[in-house]
């Protein structure tokens, strides 16, 4: 079935994790409840957060990075890098830790990526990234919380 101008323009053309089961679900009013409104939008609206307004973006502390909905471990501190495009990046995310599903939306095809154990949008990966992968993973930083690494 041919897939609509509104669509496209909207996000409605991904190829949604949502279709998928995962092993952390709430019901759409449970993630309401847990979530600020724009993590809502983010995760599971498949959102983008404004470009500069995270500022997990500026944060370079040796830690973990995990996801705002489930509280996954997702990336490694030792991956960022500044990307200058305003939104935390990363070269390569966690084994096991993310997903990535086709991205229709905006007249373009982009690779979603999303929480592997909640299905949560997270960002997108792109790659034009630094070694050794060559991959920038583009996240939302409501997406995200940091857990800074203990010195205990």
């Not at 279709?19 to 995760?43: C, G, I, M, S």
């Amino acid at each position: 079935m041919a897939e609509s101008i509104f669509g496209r323009l909207t996000g409605r053309g991904h190829q949604h994790a949502s279709d998928t089961k995962f092993e952390f679900t709430l019901k759409d009013e449970e993630w309401r409840q847990k979530l600020a409104p724009a993590a809502y939008h983010v995760l599971r609206e498949h959102g983008t957060e404004r470009a500069g307004s995270s500022p997990l973006d500026k944060q370079y502390g040796a830690g973990v990075y995990h996801c705002a909905g489930c509280g996954e471990k997702l990336f490694d501190a030792a991956t960022k890098f500044n990307s200058g495009t305003g939104w935390p990046s990363f070269w390569a995310p966690l084994d096991g830790a993310t997903e990535t599903t086709t991205d229709r939306s905006f007249f373009m095809v982009r690779t979603e990526v999303h929480c592997h154990r909640c299905g949560g949008h997270l960002g997108h990966v792109f790659d034009d990234g630094p070694p050794p992968t060559g991959l920038r993973y583009c996240m939302n930083g409501v997406a995200l919380t940091f857990h800074p690494k203990s010195t205990t």
